[in-house]
């Protein structure tokens, strides 16, 4: 949520208010769209890596305020559950070698902070959802220590009125229930944002959400949940199920969930914020001081912390951000799509991906959801998560004849869209050599049909095969999947299987 909150108890009048406030923060943030005060283009993106801890036998450890006293830098923050941590990329400017320096920045980062864990018997792990999580860890004991993390359990729990529901059929089915939030600490993400000016905003959401399915395809690294093989991307329906608010008869109703992919293209960034006001009630009615429509007609720039802060409690997987930075506003499109790892070079490339296929396509002449329902977008989010790489998916059928087709996620990168990003990262003035070599990881992993989900269900099912029982399989994996990432070859390099002892 990005923002310090101290827990305590609300009355009735205090969501009333907030509701006042959110709805003068929504006019004022109109207000500085019409009068054009937002930021210039300066082609900045940023970076946030989600983390895991673990033990040198791939068990959890909960120790993120230990770590973090240790590798003492803003650059790392507490996530919500104990064993996780997140690390944060300075904004860098989408040009030139920003590959490349990306990669070196997260080496030394990650080398360090995994340094600084090993001083307490941990290590630093990144991946979508770590395999040897059990039921037994999401307990709301395992919540980091942060007032913001109690507060938020303490009014979802409330605004459900029941335990979370936990029911999610793939490969194996798991059901169970919680207490607490805390299963929704087990995803953790790469989210890569990208500043944008409110004219350009709608095109590059609408092409976030159109590539969305692809980068969960190509990325997915989420196998495995409390020791069952689900889908091979679960984070979303976990983070879904995790954060849903609804009981049975609200969701029965048609009720929106927290965490939302959407349910049309937008024309304008004033329409992402505007939904969330009119369909989320708030959970954290927390009201600043500030009048922001009084602010913006004295001529300042206003905060809009309640709007800030609710829509950080609205889970889209492209999530419209208003920030400021040097007294001046400006928009970000937050894509928290992919899961984390598996090493530097497949998140370089994921984010190479991204990048190019959003610049091309948000400045095609005919762009892609004029040809494509956003039904078809949510369908192929959703059957991506289910098959990963083996996905296929609705795409628009080549020409003008129209219509859709259903293709494989690996042959619709390899023909159209890996060109279609390497013009988008021509057009950010990337480094051809930085371009090629990272993309080119995409499309070897497309050739292998090879991505982590692939690697860790392969590897598993050849530990079950040897002999091993579920648990001892899925933290054999686990541990090689640590000493592979360490090593920082691609995924689509690593071996199979379990090496002897």
């Given at each position: ?21 959110l ?13 054009r005060r937002f ?11 989600e ?11 909960m ?5 973090l006293?240790?590798i ?50 941990a ?14 860890d999401m ?16 009014q ?27 299963p ?8 890569l944002?990208?500043?944008v ?12 959400q ?31 199920q995790?954060?849903d608010?609804?009981p ?11 965490t939302w992919?959407?349910?049309k293209?937008?024309?304008s960034v ?7 006001l ?33 829509n ?6 492209n ?33 190479a991906?991204?990048?190019g ?14 040809r ?9 989010f ?7 790489i083996?996905a ?25 869209l ?5 013009d988008?990262l ?8 930085d ?25 598993y ?8 029982d ?18 920082g070859?691609?995924v689509?390099?690593?071996p ?6």
């Amino acid at each position: 949520m990005g923002e310090k909150v101290v827990a305590g108890d609300f009355d009735l009048s205090d969501r009333q208010k907030y509701r006042r406030k959110l709805h003068q923060c929504l006019e004022a943030l109109s207000g500085l769209l019409a009068e054009r005060r937002f930021d210039r283009p300066r082609n900045l993106m940023g970076m946030e890596i989600e983390l895991n801890l673990t033990g040198a036998d791939a068990m959890p450890k909960m120790l993120n305020g230990q770590v973090l006293e240790r590798i003492a830098s803003h650059d790392f923050q507490t996530e919500l559950g104990m064993f996780n941590l997140e690390v944060n990329i300075v904004p860098h400017h989408l040009s030139g070698r920003v590959l490349d320096q990306l990669a070196e920045e997260l080496r030394t980062g990650l080398g360090y902070a995994d340094r600084k864990a090993g001083e307490v018997d941990a290590g630093i792990m990144m991946i979508g959802i770590l395999p040897t999580l059990g039921r037994e860890d999401m307990v709301r004991s395992n919540l980091s220590d942060v007032d913001r993390y109690a507060l938020l359990n303490d009014q979802m729990l409330a605004a459900r009125g029941e335990s979370f529901s936990l029911d999610i059929e793939g490969v194996e089915r798991l059901v169970a229930t919680a207490g607490s939030i805390t299963p929704e600490a087990a995803c953790t993400s790469l989210q890569l944002h990208l500043q944008v000016t409110p004219e350009r905003f709608a095109d590059v959401w609408n092409a976030a959400q159109a590539v969305a399915a692809v980068q969960v395809a190509l990325g997915a690294n989420s196998p495995f949940l409390f020791g069952r093989e689900v889908w091979r991307e679960s984070r979303p329906p976990l983070f879904e199920q995790a954060t849903d608010t609804r009981p049975p008869e609200l969701r029965n109703q048609g009720v929106r969930p927290r965490t939302w992919f959407g349910e049309k293209w937008i024309g304008s960034v004033e329409e992402l914020f505007e939904e969330n006001l009119r369909y989320f009630p708030p959970l954290l009615p927390i009201c600043d001081e500030e009048e922001p429509l009084r602010v913006l007609a004295d001529g300042g720039v206003p905060q809009l912390k309640e709007l800030v802060l609710h829509n950080g409690t609205v889970y889209r997987w492209n999530r419209p951000v208003y920030g400021i930075a040097d007294g001046v506003p400006h928009l970000r499109v937050e894509n928290r799509v992919l899961p984390a790892g598996p090493t530097v070079a497949d998140v370089i490339a994921n984010t190479a991906l991204y990048y190019g296929m959003v610049r091309a396509l948000a400045e095609e002449s005919r762009p892609l959801w004029t040809r494509m329902p956003f039904s078809a977008a949510a369908e192929n989010f959703e059957t991506a998560c289910r098959h990963g790489i083996d996905a296929e998916l609705l795409w628009p059928r080549p020409g003008r004849s129209g219509g859709l087709t259903r293709v494989p996620v690996t042959k619709l990168v390899r023909d159209e869209l890996l060109p279609l990003a390497a013009d988008g990262l021509d057009g950010w003035n990337i480094e051809p050599a930085d371009r090629a070599h990272y993309l080119g990881i995409i499309e070897e992993r497309c050739k292998r049909r090879t991505n982590g989900a692939s690697w860790q269900a392969d590897t598993y099912h050849r530990g079950r095969e040897a002999g091993l029982d579920r648990g001892a399989a899925l933290a054999a994996m686990t541990r090689r999947y640590g000493e592979l990432m360490q090593g920082g070859d691609p995924v689509h390099t690593w071996p199979a299987g379990i090496p002897a002892p």
